[in-house]
């Protein structure tokens, strides 16, 4: 066993992931019932979950994607936020639903809600796989968290590469 995989261990398997996902699909289908619903999908790290929340999600729903730039080389926010990628769709009067990865300091996904606002949609609501709320520096809802964990560095499930971090301390494996 070489040293990153002695760091590692699994925090979720595949079948909870699977689980909750269509759990959080039902509630977005109930809670969607009567709108036009946009999933905005932050890549990378988001493209798998965003592809099974979709498949879970029983009503007609937009999807489109978004590149942000907050972390760099690094692995914690550097607090300055770059759009890197905006959505193809139309988003006025329309439902948006920022369908994200991991939520850690809050700041990447406060910008996202308030620039979004601004561009008229009806609603704006965050739904992240994992909420890491213990870590938020600004406050921000996670509409539909999928797990709360505290855990430190996640990887798996379309996640960030472990090898990537070969240094870090502790790495934890999605599915």
Same mark, same amino acid.
């Given at each position: 066993?070489?040293?990153?995989? =002695?760091?590692? =261990? ?5 079948? $909870?992931?699977?689980? $909750?996902?269509?759990? &959080? ?14 999933? &905005?999908?932050? #890549?990378?790290? !988001? ?19 978004? $590149?942000?730039?907050?972390?760099? !080389? ?9 759009? #890197? ?33 601004? %561009? !008229? ?5 965050? %739904? ?8 938020? $520096?600004? !406050? ?27 240094? &870090? ?7």
């Amino acid at each position: 066993m070489t040293g990153p995989e =002695r760091r590692r =261990r699994r925090v979720l398997s595949r079948t $909870r992931i699977h689980e $909750r996902v269509r759990e &959080l699909g039902r509630q977005i289908t109930a809670d969607y019932r009567d709108g036009q619903l946009v999933l &905005l999908g932050v #890549l990378n790290g !988001a493209f798998v979950f965003c592809a099974d929340l979709c498949r879970e999600i029983d009503l007609d729903v937009e999807i489109d994607f978004i $590149r942000v730039a907050s972390y760099g !080389a690094a692995t914690e926010s550097s607090g300055t936020i770059s759009l #890197l990628r905006e959505p193809n769709l139309d988003l006025v009067n329309k439902d948006l639903l920022l369908v994200e990865d991991i939520v850690d300091t809050g700041t990447t996904m406060a910008w996202l809600v308030d620039h979004f606002q601004r %561009c !008229a949609a009806r609603s704006v609501r965050i %739904c992240a796989l994992i909420d890491k709320h213990e870590r938020r $520096r600004v !406050a921000v809802t996670v509409d539909y968290a999928g797990f709360v964990l505290d855990q430190g560095f996640l990887v798996g499930y379309g996640l960030d590469c472990a090898e990537r971090y070969r240094n &870090l301390k502790a790495v934890y494996t999605l599915a």
